[in-house]
């Protein structure tokens, strides 16, 4: 399967690792991933909150982009940036006048026939019982499934089956042989862009979150966002100082799972980049650093 | 000491119904939103009490609601609008609420450091056009002069290879919106 992929700054940053880890097992997924080129900030947390218009032309020209280069579908593993397109591309579809504004500002035409696609959506239809047969129990362990705000909410952008209790992650983790486990604070808010102005405020929610996964007996917390991967992984410190508790469980991205399950090296997956010790594995290490023809074929 | 805003002659209710299309007066304060608000606890008025305020159109209320330290406080996370049995798309509301605040120079006290690292943010996809993750915090650190904050984390993010210190140039690719957003300002 081919497709568009709009990485967003975030992977190319402090994420990396989600990037490094999406494109390690793509082939192995049979996904071929087209970067998507000249693409820009598509405003994330900040330009709504202070401008409307750029809100919506910055994610606009990604769409536009992504129409001039015939991606019938493009993947946005950042959950931000998939909100802020889905919801640029909502917002575009439903009012004329705004379209007419938006598309004048980024001057290129824009008809909104690219599909949007999140992480969890793309995974689903690539993970298919042949790659699963070949992977039969590869990542053996108890983890919750952390889903966030952006994949979930607003039902009316993202098409959520399940608002408050969402599966699809879930199911995905049973895929690879873990067992997720069922916890409270799947689609609760980490704290996102109050990480440098309120670092407390994200100390106490991030600390919530730990705690219920800590206390359910998960060895992992599955997340498919950056701002979620950072404020749990890198802010620990400010999460002890808040909750005076320590915490060692470690968060992982959903892609970094699959790899394992598929025997990729940890440095691949940029399991070291991790402020928290990722001690969790998969169980085939023999298919160490191979991108074997036979998986790369699997469709 | 309630100052006249003007609205074009509306109250803020209907300035928002204007701009957004969303009646504040739909709400009947079943408090659904206060209760799921993750930041709720840490804001002068919760999400319900803002609408109530807004409903009440009265001048003393609309300068309450724009200088509140709650509009900067909400993280869009979209619970709210989430669980309302109304359907009040109060994500959008704020956005306005901000929109407002700083157009008519209410802005919380408080909130400074907030609204200042959303213009740093802004203004570093405006210079590099994709987000430099360090030039965000320089441009940040500078406008708050919080010099000390996350010195702990920054040389570990860069150990880790999570920060690149050169910048990469992508400017010409919002230029063109950022002008287009800056003539539209200069003819209104």
């Known amino acids: 399967m081919k497709i568009g992929l709009y990485p967003g700054c975030s992977l190319e940053g402090s994420s990396r690792e989600y990037a490094e880890s999406l494109r390690a097992i793509a ?84 008809t909104g026939v690219t599909s949007v696609q999140n992480i969890l959506e793309v995974l689903n239809l690539v993970l298919t019982p042949d790659v699963q047969k070949k992977i039969p129990a590869a990542f053996p362990h108890k983890v919750v499934c952390y889903y966030g ?102 968060i992982v991205y959903i892609t970094q799972a699959i790899g394992m399950a598929l025997g990729l090296d940890a440095k691949s997956l940029g399991l070291h980049r991790h402020f928290v010790e990722v001690s969790v594995h998969g169980k085939n290490k023999v298919q160490q650093n191979v991108s074997s023809p036979s998986m790369a074929a699997v469709s | 000491m309630s100052v006249s805003i003007d609205f074009g002659g509306d109250s803020l209710a209907g300035w928002i119904q204007h701009k957004s299309g969303i009646s504040v007066q739909r709400c009947y304060q079943c408090g659904k939103c206060s209760a799921g608000c993750p930041a709720s606890s840490d804001m002068d008025f919760a999400p319900s009490v803002l609408l109530r305020l807004l409903q009440l159109q009265n001048a003393e209320s609309d300068q309450k609601v724009l200088s509140s330290y709650s509009i900067w406080l909400c993280l869009t996370c979209h619970t709210c609008s989430a669980r309302c049995p109304m ?102």
């Not at chain 1, 705690?211 to 917390?221: K, L, Q, S, Y």
């Not at chain 2, 690292?117 to 405006?126: A, L, V, Y």
């Not at chain 2, 984390?153 to 919106?177: C, D, Q, T, Y």
């Open chain 1, 27 to 110: 082939p192995h997924l049979g996904l071929e991933l087209e970067e998507i080129e000249g693409w820009n900030c598509c405003g994330a947390s900040s330009a709504h909150q202070l401008d409307h218009t750029l809100s919506l032309a910055l994610p606009a020209r990604i769409l536009a982009q992504a129409e001039k280069q015939k991606f019938p579908e493009l993947l946005v593993p950042c959950a931000a940036c998939y909100n802020r397109l889905a919801s640029t591309k909502k917002d575009l579809a439903n009012d004329a006048s705004t379209r007419d504004k938006v598309t004048d500002l980024i001057n290129m035409p824009y």
């Open chain 1, 149 to 250: 705000c952006l994949l979930v909410r607003p039902a009316s952008v993202v098409h959520a089956e399940k608002m408050e209790d969402p599966m699809q992650m879930d199911d995905l983790m049973k895929r690879i042989g873990a067992t997720p486990l069922d916890w409270g604070m799947k689609t609760e808010c980490c704290g996102a862009s109050l990480s440098i102005t309120r670092t407390d405020i994200v100390g106490k929610l991030c600390g919530n979150i730990l705690e219920d996964a800590t206390m359910r007996g998960a060895e992992a917390i599955i997340v498919a966002c950056p701002m979620c991967h950072s404020n749990l992984d890198m802010r620990r410190k400010e999460i002890e100082r808040v909750t005076g508790k320590k915490f060692s469980i470690p």
């Open chain 2, 87 to 188: 359907e009040v798309d109060l994500p959008k509301v704020m956005d306005v609420l901000r929109a407002e605040s700083l157009r008519h120079k209410l802005v919380n006290k408080r909130a400074k450091d907030i609204v200042a690292f959303h213009k740093s943010f802004i203004d570093t996809i405006r210079n590099f056009g994709r987000l430099w993750e360090v030039g965000l915090v320089a441009d940040y650190k500078l406008r708050t002069r919080h010099f000390w904050q996350d010195v702990v984390v920054a040389p570990v993010m860069l150990k880790k290879g999570k920060l690149s210190l050169i910048p990469l140039f992508h400017k010409k690719f919002v230029s063109r919106i950022f002008s287009g957003l800056r003539n539209r300002e200069e003819r209104a």
